[in-house]
T-cell receptor, first 112, second 114 residues
Framework: AQSVTQLDSQVPVFEEAPVELRCNYS??????LFWYVQYPNQGLQLLLK??????LVKGINGFEAEFNKSQTSFHLRKPSVHISDTAEYFC??????????FGKGTRLHILP | EAQVTQNPRYLITVTGKKLTVTCSQN?????MSWYRQDPGLGLRQIYY???????DKGDVPEGYKVSRKEKRNFPLILESPSPNQTSLYFC?????????????FGPGTRLTVL
């Protein structure tokens, strides 16, 4: 069975600074990987996903993530954050069996 | 507009009083799912449905029921709610294979059981 770990429950970062949100997964088979974002008082929406091919995946709002098979990681990055990026971010993994497992989430706090 | 709708958005009830949270999607998606979100625990899947009349348990199905009589609707039923079911609930839908397709989430239903 697969699992996903988000190493940081909260990440504070100054506006216009870069940010990295960490995600590690475990699985005995090939996986699909996702990052979802939840803005305050809203449902989740997809930021980006990795299915196959290029390990660097670009998503919406300037976010990108890199799939690293050897380190079983899928960290999310943005070179310069904005106050509007304040949200909770969820990493998720699927092994192609119609089940998707979500991490516990990382709250991104943007400091002025 | 493509969307997933949930009703009600907020609900306060008492222990043992049966309730239903409705979920509807207008994207003709085969796959629908219910999650609960609790602080520090992230999202946990309650039930999911691959298509009409096909439902299956997720990770935390105890105390919940679902039905899928129509493709667009996937109600969540709490026959006898208890305080440990106080949570934020999300309905989601996707194309038939949810493994690699984007899931579209509803706005959430905040349930409090006293």
């Amino acid at each position: 069975a697969q699992s996903v770990t988000q190493l940081d429950s909260q990440v504070p970062v100054f506006e216009e600074a870069p940010v990295e949100l960490r995600c590690n997964y475990s699985s005995s088979v090939s996986v699909y990987l996702f990052w979802y974002v939840q803005y305050p008082n809203q449902g989740l929406q997809l930021l980006l996903k990795y299915l196959s091919g290029s390990t660097l995946v670009k998503g919406i709002n300037g976010f990108e993530a890199e799939f690293n098979k050897s380190q079983t990681s899928f960290h999310l990055r943005k070179p310069s954050v904005h106050i509007s990026d304040t949200a909770e971010y969820f990493c998720a993994v699927s092994a192609g069996d119609d089940k998707i497992i979500f991490g516990k989430g990382t709250r991104l706090h943007i400091l002025p | 507009e493509a969307q997933v709708t949930q009703n009600p958005r907020y609900l306060i009830t008492v222990t043992g009083k049966k309730l239903t949270v409705t979920c509807s999607q207008n994207m003709n998606h085969e796959y629908m799912s219910w999650y609960r979100q609790d602080p520090g625990l992230g999202l946990r899947q309650i039930y999911y449905s691959m298509n009409v009349e096909v439902t299956d348990k997720g990770d935390v199905p105890e105390g919940y029921k679902v039905s899928r009589k129509e493709k667009r609707n996937f109600p969540l039923i709490l026959e006898s709610p208890s305080p440990n079911q106080t949570s934020l609930y999300f309905c989601a839908s996707s194309l038939w294979d949810s493994s690699y397709n984007e899931q579209f989430f509803g706005p959430g239903t905040r349930l409090t059981v006293l």
